[in-house]
Structure formats: structure tokens, C-alpha cells
């Protein structure tokens, strides 16, 4: 109740990026690229749009906290990950050079009401093939997955938004369910098929609960 966003996407230009950074008084970044059409843009869209902010903080001599939506991919050599952790690296030095408080997120995979099908969740991606009775395809049912929830996440971006922050640190949204490709579409469709024939399942469950609440979010 007490913040004003000052909200800036895709669909904005850069140069209004500058006037809303001379105003802000906390950054929460969550912009990223994830599929992208040439692997080259990885690194343009996630190292350079946070360098274009912390340069333009550094030559304001606004040393304001930064919140950052990494990756666990971070910790990974793949193009996606490379980008990811150089935007830390990037952030880390603005934290030595500033003293500016930075905290990195590096989330597990995000589920939750509303999210995108058929594009970088597969609970999304079930969930709606199930609601409306399409096929789903799974290759490996024991891949394992880590899942957290949206509102989690959300909760814990607000924790650090009303902290007083100090440092660089990393930051951990939590709890992390850890599970399988193959359990998670099972339980989907038990909430499904329950739902069909009047019933709910075992809400004592969280994490089946927070499945049930997404699966419902793709019902027509």
C-alpha cells in the first residue's frame, strides 16, 4: 500500500527508462530474455539491459538497491545461464563500487495461476492441455523438477522491498518442491478428473493445493 510501481516493459522505450530510474527509490528487475531467436541475444537482453541500468544509476550517483531475477541456470555453461550470471557479475560491481544493496533471486522454476501455456512452464503447459482435453507430451516422466510457487515469490520480493538492505547477497524464494515431470501431470489430472465428478482432493497437501488453485486458473 505504501509503494508507487513505476513500471517499465517491452513495450516501452529505453529513453523513458532513465526518468523512471531518477525517480525510483527501489528496482526490482525482472526482465529477461529466454527464447531468443539468435543465442547472441541472450547476452543483449540479459547482461546489457542490466548494465544499461546500473550504468545509468552510477553516472546519477543514485546508489538505490536492486532486487534481480536470476536463474538456478546460472550455475550452468549454457548461453542462457552464461547471460544470467555476467548480469550478476555486472551487479556485484556496482554493489563494490557504489555500496548500493543488491539481492539476487536465483528462482526455481515459477508455476502459478495465469501463466503462459506451451511456451516455459510445463505446469502451464499441462494444465491447460488437461482443462481442455488436448494430449500431453512427456518424454522423460522422471526428469525431476523444482517448482515454487508465484505467490512465494511474490512475497518474498515485498520482504525485501520493505527490508533495510545491506550488501550483496543472494536470496532464496522458498519452499522449493522438489518432484518429478511425470508426478506433477499425474496430479494434475487427479485435480481434473476429481473436479469432473464433483470432488476436490486433499487440500492438507500445499503443494497439491497451489496445483489445484493454477489448474483452475485454465477451466473456461
Known amino acids: 500500500k505504501d509503494c508507487t510501481v513505476l513500471p517499465f516493459d517491452i513495450a516501452n522505450e529505453e529513453s523513458e527508462l532513465f526518468s523512471l530510474l531518477a525517480k525510483a527509490d527501489r528496482i526490482v528487475h525482472l526482465a529477461g530474455i529466454n527464447r531468443p531467436l539468435e543465442p547472441s541475444e541472450f ?62 533471486f536465483r528462482f526455481a522454476n515459477i508455476f502459478g495461476k495465469w501463466c503462459r501455456p506451451n511456451y516455459n512452464s510445463a505446469v502451464a503447459t499441462f494444465c491447460y492441455n488437461i482443462a481442455h482435453g488436448l494430449p500431453l507430451t512427456i518424454h522423460d516422466p522422471e526428469a525431476p523438477l523444482r517448482l515454487v510457487y508465484i505467490d512465494d515469490v511474490v512475497e518474498v520480493i515485498v520482504r525485501e522491498l520493505k527490508a533495510e538492505l545491506q550488501g550483496f547477497a543472494y536470496a532464496a524464494a522458498e519452499p522449493v518442491y522438489e518432484t518429478t515431470v511425470g508426478q506433477v501431470a499425474g496430479m494434475i489430472q487427479d485435480i481434473h478428473e476429481k473436479r469432473q465428478n464433483g470432488f476436490i482432493g486433499d487440500y492438507s497437501d500445499v503443494f497439491y493445493k497451489k496445483l489445484a488453485t493454477t489448474y483452475l486458473s485454465y477451466v473456461d
Not at 77 to 95: C, F, H, I, M, V
Open 43 to 104: 547476452m543483449a537482453g540479459n547482461f546489457g539491459l542490466t548494465s544499461t541500468i546500473v550504468d545509468a544509476l552510477e553516472k546519477m550517483q543514485q546508489p538505490i538497491p536492486v532486487i534481480f531475477s536470476s536463474s538456478i541456470q546460472a550455475q550452468l555453461e549454457n548461453d542462457y545461464g552464461k547471460s544470467k550470471r555476467a548480469a550478476e557479475e555486472r551487479l556485484r560491481a556496482y554493489n563494490e563500487r557504489t555500496g548500493a544493496p543488491v539481492r539476487i
